[in-house]
């Protein structure tokens, strides 16, 4: 597997790249809900759904902007390989076609979380979904994560969404999910799959939209 190789120079183009390259494609991003409450002497994992090319994109911006953790994202190998530049940002691989290499990752994944200056997000539906789909495919690493875990870490589902309104751009609407234990989980095995499958409700709930978008409609 691939190994987080952080680069602060990476971090610096890439900022500037990402915040001119989302204002091209997208009116603003808007926070339906409340900011989630960060402890800093846990380490946290993070549970985005997974629905387009731009996922990696979004979870970057919004996560910079809520906490100064060191930023990890698990991606598939293969496309790690393709978009090197993206493991100077701390990106780390998973080969899900070689069990033997899951294992590492999630260990890999284990490791990280030992650390409370770290996070780590991980996509637990595996693959791209539409954004509106019901029947949530959930891969069971996170549980594994959790499971084999030997220190307490924060677990936090977001949601995003893309929204067009009668603006020539779209939207992003995001909604962060309760922030809870890596140790729930070691006595309830559905509450991940719970906590984020019901974070998307209510993210695709139109009565939650704020008026700010309802009178571009």
Same mark, same amino acid.
């Given at each position: 597997?691939?190994?987080?190789?952080?680069?602060?120079?990476?971090?610096?183009?890439?900022?500037?790249?990402?915040? &001119?390259?989302?204002?091209?494609?997208?009116?603003?991003?808007?926070?339906? *809900?409340?900011?989630?409450?960060?402890?800093?002497?846990?380490?946290?994992?993070?549970?985005?759904?997974?629905?387009?090319?731009?996922?990696?994109?979004?979870?970057?911006?919004?996560?910079? %902007?809520?906490?100064?953790?060191?930023?990890?994202?698990?991606?598939?190998?293969?496309?790690?390989?393709?978009?090197?530049?993206? +493991?100077?940002?701390?990106?780390? /691989?998973? +080969?899900?076609?070689?069990?033997?290499?899951?294992?590492?990752?999630?260990?890999?994944?284990i490791e990280l979380l030992n650390?409370? /200056?770290?996070?780590?997000?991980?996509?637990?539906? *595996?693959?791209?979904?539409?954004?509106?789909?019901? &029947?949530?495919?959930?891969?069971?690493?996170? %549980?594994?994560?959790?499971?084999?875990?030997?220190?307490?870490?924060?677990?936090?589902?977001?949601?995003?969404?893309?929204?067009? /309104?009668?603006?020539?751009?779209?939207?992003?609407?995001?909604?962060?999910?309760?922030?809870?234990?890596?140790?729930?989980?070691? %006595? &309830?095995?559905?509450?991940? &799959?719970?906590?984020?499958?019901?974070?998307?409700?209510s993210l695709f709930d139109n009565? %939650?939209?704020?008026?700010?978008?309802?009178?571009?409609?």
């Amino acid at each position: 597997m691939i190994k987080a190789n952080h680069k602060k120079w990476a971090e610096i183009l890439f900022d500037v790249y990402l915040s &001119q390259l989302l204002k091209k494609h997208f009116d603003d991003f808007i926070m339906i *809900g409340n900011s989630p409450s960060i402890h800093k002497d846990k380490s946290l994992m993070i549970l985005p759904n997974h629905f387009s090319w731009w996922d990696g994109f979004f979870i970057y911006k919004v996560i910079k %902007n809520i906490t100064s953790k060191k930023f990890h994202i698990m991606m598939l190998e293969d496309q790690l390989k393709k978009y090197w530049f993206f +493991n100077k940002l701390g990106a780390y /691989s998973i +080969n899900q076609n070689n069990p033997k290499s899951v294992f590492k990752s999630l260990n890999y994944s284990i490791e990280l979380l030992n650390d409370n /200056s770290n996070l780590i997000v991980i996509y637990p539906q *595996g693959e791209i979904q539409p954004q509106e789909e019901k &029947q949530i495919k959930f891969n069971k690493g996170v %549980n594994y994560i959790c499971e084999k875990s030997n220190i307490e870490f924060q677990i936090l589902p977001i949601g995003f969404r893309i929204f067009y /309104s009668s603006k020539k751009l779209p939207f992003v609407l995001y909604r962060f999910g309760e922030n809870f234990s890596s140790f729930d989980v070691k %006595n &309830q095995t559905a509450l991940l &799959q719970q906590k984020f499958e019901s974070n998307l409700v209510s993210l695709f709930d139109n009565k %939650n939209l704020p008026l700010k978008l309802l009178s571009n409609n």
